[in-house]
């Protein structure tokens, strides 16, 4: 068993919105071809940054700054590969000709999480903690097309950054929070 508490991260959760409906109308190789096509490219934006993939679900995608090495500019690194992942797919729909009927919605949260590798067979790296459920709900809870941050991720957000608040939303398990929107 590996175990690592790290005290201060970011994480991100992508999800491809209108995916699910999209893929009826798919033969199973495009299917694979297209979701293939977006992650690689997240792939390639989260090495640029030095960030590390953690697990693709579905079609959600799951990263982190300052995890297993530390990364002084985790916040804006995380936030950087958001923004570029929400112009990656806007790009890979537009090529394809799906248009507006493919986008992402984003949800990104940071303070600390416990990571390691767990289990006998298909090991992998994972993350829990407070920090994950948060960017998930963030992601969940968020809009088509939107990158939603925490108050506490949009604080440590430096200049060249631009955020809204979206205002003060009801998150399922963990009540009122306030959120903020990436512009």
């Known amino acids: 068993m590996i175990a690592e508490r790290h005290d201060d991260v970011t994480v991100l959760f992508a999800?491809?919105?209108?995916?699910?409906?999209?893929a009826r109308g798919m033969d199973a190789g495009e299917l694979v071809g297209l979701l293939d096509e977006i992650f690689?490219?997240?792939?390639?934006?989260?090495?640029?940054?030095g960030l590390e993939k953690i697990k693709t679900i579905?079609?959600?995608y799951m990263a982190v700054g300052g995890v297993p090495e530390p990364l002084t500019d985790h916040v804006a690194a995380v936030t950087r590969t958001a923004v570029a992942m929400r112009r990656e797919v806007a790009t890979i729909a537009s090529r394809r000709g799906i248009g507006e009927a493919l986008a992402i919605r984003v949800g990104i949260d940071t303070g600390p999480v416990v990571a390691g590798v767990i289990g006998r067979r298909k090991f992998i790296y994972d993350l829990w903690g407070d920090t994950v459920n948060?960017?998930?709900?963030?992601e969940s809870h968020g809009l088509?097309?939107?990158?939603?941050?925490?108050?506490?991720?949009?604080e440590r957000l430096q200049d060249g950054f631009?955020?809204?608040?979206?205002?003060?939303?009801?998150?399922?398990?963990?009540?009122?929070?306030?959120?903020?929107?990436?512009?």
């Open 40 to 49: 690689a490219s997240f792939d390639t934006l989260v090495e640029a940054e």
């Open 58 to 60: 579905g079609d959600s």
């Open 15 to 22: 999800d491809i919105v209108g995916f699910t409906e999209l």
């Open 144 to 154: 088509p097309g939107a990158i939603q941050i925490t108050a506490r991720t949009a």
């Open 134 to 138: 948060t960017a998930s709900r963030m």
């Open 162 to 183: 631009l955020t809204r608040p979206r205002g003060v939303i009801e998150i399922k398990g963990m009540g009122a929070m306030e959120t903020f929107l990436l512009e």
